[in-house]
């Protein structure tokens, strides 16, 4: 790391010319220029004579000594400017010995772009007239006069690493309003101060404090824009106080960022900031905060949500004579009086972009016990430690250094510093708060605050947010991206090849209804006798099922259901729409024709079974779906089914062992477990996954031995990252075969998309395994062969055709109550960066991603003991999810805020925790951490389910730009047919209807069996006054069975309205 040089270097300070000067008497003026810095005098420039025009070329140079280890140093030129006071020499007059001088104006040179990674820089600075000086009545037409100023180093004084990780944090304190009413103006002087505490590098907080606030009488609101002032004092120039280019401009009370924000708190803000007396400070503070100190800065903030924020009075008294114009201070401690604390909530700083909180805080009682239960401080900053404060010129505070200390010492409690430290180390020790004396927990003084409502306004800015957020343009250029010009749509008005492909739709739907009422009738016996049946039971079970079908009258509802079907084939395949002359002629082609049927319905039957058989990934999934629903014996027989095809696959194997040990079979699972280790030996999974197993043998020296070279094998992969400076992830150092790899994520995972598709809820059970394997088969299918055309065409996803009403059977996907559920199971971690794992926690993302639930648990008690474990924000995010998949919702809870704690800034805790409160039903909660998780730079795990949740309930509270916008961001990342619905009801309910269609198209591409797209379509079909179309759309819409009332009734109204799109009228 680059390293701040420890000699000192010199910044150099030069002034070239004034402009625009005149002086008292004459019209050449004599003048010279006085630099000042930290209240100490650099120097003085020699007297130059002003021309004619007013310009005076000075060449002034005097330079202030850097040094960051003592002297000057970055907190010094980060809040203290350099002024330049420009003085007259008069003329001597007779008998006059030493030369008379008349101070004409001010300039002030902020230091602040040295912070800022520059080393030189040129200002033209305003000199700012001193009451009574000539400079002050500036005519119409003429300008203001100036000098020009440049600042130099010989190299920056920042380095790289702090410029990038370092911070500058700016606090300005505006007023405090509706203050005590026994404040009054006139009487006693007062000095009226605030302050607070900012946590640095070093052990020791910064204390920042702001004196000399000015009470005012309420009659009118403070003026706004108005200029924020340098925290110092002596200032000649009233002009010079000052900041330049730094304002305060207030803004709408519901915009704050603290309390008071509400609009039923409106009508006292108005009349506190109109009519009650305020004081008034308008100073901004500096600090610079290295790059330690921007981590201490943060772990405070998630430590301590609230701040303290110090207000006290302490009354003046003239000094004694022959001080005239010095204030001191009593020594008595009773002078510390009206002692309040607001609590300033800095939580919002640790949001993702957010640099600013500005906003209202109420004043309370300064009690210890209770600021210490609010906020952990252990110390108050005036009464425990402020008498130190003042004596150093890097507090921030207005300092004279004509007056002494204006804190009082806190005599009641005679502590000494090391009294207060043994106290400190005490109550740090212990987990409850100080004992502190009963005199300290009564304060009526500072009751006053809380009984005339009083509140402080202050900003706390920084240079930069503390967590970076995507920048708009880019969000805007992303959404511009998500939905391509598509070609024109080709409508089609029928054909033979349609026809066929109707009736192989039709033969499915019918196989899985016959196969479902099978399963209902004899699923049970089929999970008892698994492959042991006889020929004369499968023959009974079919006798029977063929008198089920008839006795219903489902067997009739088959053939209706098919007709349709068949009528199309014989019209547009056979051109038959007349009738037979002869009963012979009909035989012939009914002959004909059922050997075609017969045909086709193998064919169909046999896309939808047999497709990809061989493809092991598909198994995979299924099988992980299975262990999601619990079902540990179908399970079992998809992982096998893989390890059938390739008996060297890893994951195979090791999903082979789970299941064995799972069911007890554990003979087998050490064969699975130990073959993997052998066809992979620098499988971490595998090697961890064999020591559990040893585990729960009892055998302790291979137990001992598996996780120690599981152990090897991840120091060696990790070294080798860091030697090679790899940033990739690779799954153990072998050859990724699965896209079940725990460290590598896919946009196209099938695991993934079956977790989006497959309906959760109870396990379905042996009933519904065949129809469940068809559906998947099919989905796996096209998720395959839209994975493989993605790799081949990084553009594919800018390419998808605009189909409308398209009628070819694809995926199926639940409806969005089954997909929110199934969301319960995410990809773990894998959006963020990673910090150093475990073996442990490795193994825990493989379970988690093939849904073992049942297996993390004693993976979980394991990495809580591991020495290099322990509880971390992934393992009670892993908690949570366990929890979650098992609506354990309280519990869920208490894992999250546990791994919030651990990570604030982690956006799987607040994907997570949003979806908690979707599933709750606190929609408003989820809203909010949906919108948290998508600002942050780097994205969750899940943000397909994100955008999926965060469009419904915008939808839900009819924020239709916002629910376009977030589903357009989902259809770019990963299509589904509910993606393009959110976006297609979005463009609806916006009355972009071409837009609207579009996506509903896309949508039905997807899924051809959703009701909800074919009612929309329905209701675009309505809007755009094409009556077929809409016909047609709300046809499949009543057949498949919309379950949406209030839709259904929208389109009913809709149909009512343009009085066509129902055939029933």
């Not at 009739?556 to 084939?569: D, G, T, Y």
Request: negative net charge; proline residues 6%; hydrophobic residues 35%.
């Amino acid at each position: 790391m680059e390293q701040v040089s420890s000699t000192g270097r010199p910044v150099q300070i030069t002034v070239t010319d004034g402009y625009d000067l005149k002086g008292f008497k004459g019209d050449a003026p004599v003048t010279f220029i006085r630099a000042e810095f930290n209240q100490v005098v650099l120097g003085d420039s020699a007297k130059i004579t002003v021309s004619s025009e007013g310009t005076a070329k000075y060449n002034f140079a005097v330079s202030v000594e850097f040094n960051p280890e003592g002297g000057i140093t970055l907190d010094d030129l980060a809040h203290k400017p350099v002024f330049l006071t420009v003085t007259e020499v008069l003329p001597k007059e007779k008998k006059q010995k030493d030369e008379k001088t008349l101070v004409l104006g001010q300039a002030v040179v902020d230091l602040l772009p040295l912070l800022q990674g520059e080393s030189s820089f040129e200002t033209m600075a305003p000199l700012h007239p001193v009451p009574g000086s000539p400079l002050e009545t500036i005519r119409p037409g003429i300008k203001q006069c100036s000098l020009e100023v440049k600042v130099f180093v010989s190299e920056p004084l920042l380095t790289s690493t702090q410029i990038l990780q370092g911070n500058l944090l700016k606090v300005t304190l505006e007023a405090a309003y509706a203050v005590p009413d026994s404040f009054m103006p006139v009487g006693p002087l007062q000095n009226y101060m605030v302050g607070l505490q900012v946590p640095s590098a070093g052990e020791k907080d910064y204390p920042i404090l702001f004196k000399n606030g000015t009470l005012k009488v309420g009659g009118e609101r403070e003026p706004v824009p108005r200029p924020k002032k340098w925290p110092i004092a002596n200032i000649l120039a009233p002009g010079a106080n000052n900041i330049p280019d730094a304002f305060i401009i207030g803004g709408p009370y519901e915009e704050e960022e603290g309390e008071l924000n509400r609009p039923e708190d409106r009508e006292f803000r108005t009349q506190a900031e109109c009519i009650k007396k305020r004081i008034i400070w308008d100073l901004e503070s500096r600090c610079y905060l290295d790059p330690s100190a921007v981590v201490s800065f943060q772990k405070r903030i998630a430590d301590c949500r609230f701040w303290p924020v110090e207000i006290t009075r302490v009354p003046l008294i003239s000094a004694p004579k022959g001080k005239v114009g010095k204030l001191d201070k009593t020594e008595d401690e009773s002078q510390l009086s009206f002692h309040g604390v607001a609590y300033v909530n800095m939580v919002p700083l640790l949001y993702p972009g957010v640099k600013r909180i500005r906003g209202a805080f109420h004043v309370y009682p300064y009690l210890d016990s209770k600021v210490y239960e609010k906020t952990k401080c252990l110390f108050s900053l005036f009464r425990d430690t402020g008498h130190h404060l003042t004596q150093n010129n890097k507090v921030g505070g207005i300092i004279s250094p004509q007056s002494k200390p204006v804190i009082a010492k806190n005599l009641r409690e005679d502590r000494t510093i090391k009294d207060t430290q043994a106290l400190s180390i005490k109550s740090q020790s212990s987990d409850t708060p100080l004992e502190v004396e009963p005199s300290l927990n009564h304060n009526p003084e500072g009751q006053q605050y809380l009984e005339a409502g009083t509140y402080l306004v202050l900003e706390i800015q920084l240079d930069r947010a503390l967590v970076p957020k995507r920048m708009p343009e880019e969000l805007a250029k992303r959404v511009k991206e998500m939905i391509p010009p598509r070609p024109p749509l080709t409508r089609r008005t029928g054909g033979a090849q349609k026809a066929v492909s109707d009736y192989h739709m039709q033969i499915k739907n019918i196989s899985r209804a016959i196969l479902n009422e099978y399963h209902r009738m004899y699923g049970k016996e089929l999970t008892k006798l698994e492959n042991e049946m006889d020929k004369e039971t499968l023959e009974e079970q079919k006798c029977q099922l063929n008198y089920e079908l008839n006795y219903s009258g489902k067997y009739f509802a088959f053939k209706e259901q098919l007709k349709h079907a068949v009528v199309k084939i014989v019209r547009e395949k056979y051109l038959k729409t007349t009738s037979f002359e002869s009963q012979e002629e009909l035989q012939t082609f009914i002959s004909e024709l059922y050997v075609f049927l017969v045909d086709q319905m193998h064919v169909a039957l046999n896309q939808r079974l047999v497709r990809e058989p061989q493809n092991l990934e598909h198994w995979l999934d299924y099988g992980a779906f299975c262990l999601l629903t619990e079902d540990k014996i179908k399970a079992q027989e998809c992982f096998r089914k893989a390890l059938s095809l390739n008996q060297h696959h890893i994951h195979s194997l090791l999903l082979c062992g789970i299941l064995a040990v799972l069911m007890e079979n554990y003979e087998q699972a050490e064969i699975f477990f130990e073959d993997a280790t052998c066809l992979e030996p620098t499988s971490v999974v595998a090697w961890t996954l064999l020591g559990l197993y040893y585990e729960i043998q009892n055998n302790d020296i291979r137990m001992e031995m598996a996780f120690h070279e599981a152990f090897k094998q991840l120091q060696t992969r990790v070294t080798k990252q860091k030697s090679t400076g790899t940033l990739e992830n690779l799954e153990e150092g072998g050859k990724v075969e699965s896209n079940l790899d725990p460290s590598v994520t896919t946009d196209g995972s099938s695991a993934i998309a079956i977790k989006v598709e497959a309906p959760a809820g109870p396990a379905p059970g042996a009933e519904g395994t065949l129809s469940i394997l068809d559906e998947f088969l099919e989905e796996s299918s096209k998720l395959q062969s839209d994975s493989q055309e993605q790799s081949q065409d990084p553009n594919s996803s800018q390419k998808l055709p605009n189909v409308f009403l398209k009628e070819i059977p694809v995926k199926k996907e639940t409806s969005k109550c089954q997909a929110s559920s199934a969301a319960l199971n995410p990809n773990p971690y894998y959006g963020v960066s990673q910090a150093p794992t475990t073996i442990f926690m490795e193994t825990i993302r493989f379970l988690m991603k093939v849904n073992a639930v049942q297996y993390v648990h004693r993976v979980l008690a394991h990495e809580l003991l591991c020495p290099q474990g322990g509880p971390s924000c992934e393992y009670y995010l892993v908690l949570a999810q366990t929890h979650l998949l098992k609506k354990d919702f309280a519990k869920a809870e208490e894992y999250l805020q546990l791994a919030a704690q651990m990570d604030y800034l982690n956006p799987n805790v607040w994907g997570v925790k949003g979806h908690l409160y979707f599933l709750n039903g606190n929609h408003a909660e989820a809203k909010a951490c949906y919108e948290r998780t998508i600002s942050f730079v780097v994205d969750a795990s899940e943000m397909h389910f994100v955008f999926l949740r965060l469009g419904l309930i915008y939808l839900e509270e009819k924020e239709y730009e916002k629910a376009k916008t977030t589903y357009l961001q989902a259809c770019k990342r990963s299509p589904s047919c509910l993606t393009w619905l959110g976006l297609g009801i979005s463009c609806y309910r916006l009355e972009e209807l071409t837009e609207a269609e579009d996506a509903l198209s896309e949508a039905n591409t997807l899924n051809n069996y959703n009701a909800e797209v074919w009612g929309y379509l329905a209701l675009v079909c309505l809007k755009a006054g094409r009556q077929l179309e809409a016909e047609q759309a709300y046809k499949y819409t009543m057949k498949l069975k919309l379950k949406d009332e209030a839709l259904l009734a929208e389109i009913h109204m809709v149909q009512e309205m343009v009085g066509f799109g129902n055939p029933s009228f």
